[in-house]
């Protein structure tokens, strides 16, 4: 890893070689044009593998969407009570830039 530093490929790496030793078998009822594109779109991987690349694409999305709400939130959350201290914080630094400046 260079440098410590994450990127999308080597999360989904890790998360591919870990998903090796922890499989499961499970049956869930799917549409018939799901399994057709999973057919289109396996190369030469197996429809189960395909499918754990797509749910965990989806999981990744989910997440990511998941955390900018998150961001938008709390950025958003400013209160007039913050408002106020920024404007008299600009304030005093207006007047101790123009006092600087005589």
């Given at each position: 890893?260079?440098?410590?530093?994450?990127?999308?490929?080597?999360?989904?790496?890790?998360?591919?070689?870990?998903?090796?030793?922890?499989?499961?078998?499970?049956?869930?009822?799917?549409d018939?044009?799901?399994?057709?594109?999973?057919?289109?779109?396996?190369?030469?991987?197996?429809?189960?593998?395909?499918?754990?690349?797509?749910?965990?694409?989806?999981?990744?999305?989910?997440?990511?969407?998941?955390?900018?709400?998150?961001?938008?939130?709390?950025?958003?959350?400013i209160?007039?009570?913050?408002?106020?201290?920024?404007?008299?914080?600009?304030?005093?630094?207006?007047?101790?830039?123009t006092?600087?400046?005589?």
């Open positions: 890893m260079p440098s410590g530093l994450l990127t999308n490929e080597i999360i989904f790496a890790i998360i591919k070689d870990m998903s090796k030793a922890t499989r499961s078998s499970k049956s869930f009822t799917v018939h044009t799901i399994l057709d594109y999973l057919q289109r779109t396996r190369s030469n991987r197996s429809r189960s593998e395909r499918v754990n690349e797509l749910l965990r694409r989806g999981i990744m999305q989910e997440q990511y969407e998941a955390l900018a709400e998150e961001a938008a939130e709390f950025f958003g959350a209160g007039e009570s913050e408002r106020t201290e920024r404007r008299a914080f600009s304030k005093a630094g207006l007047r101790s830039f006092r600087d400046a005589e």
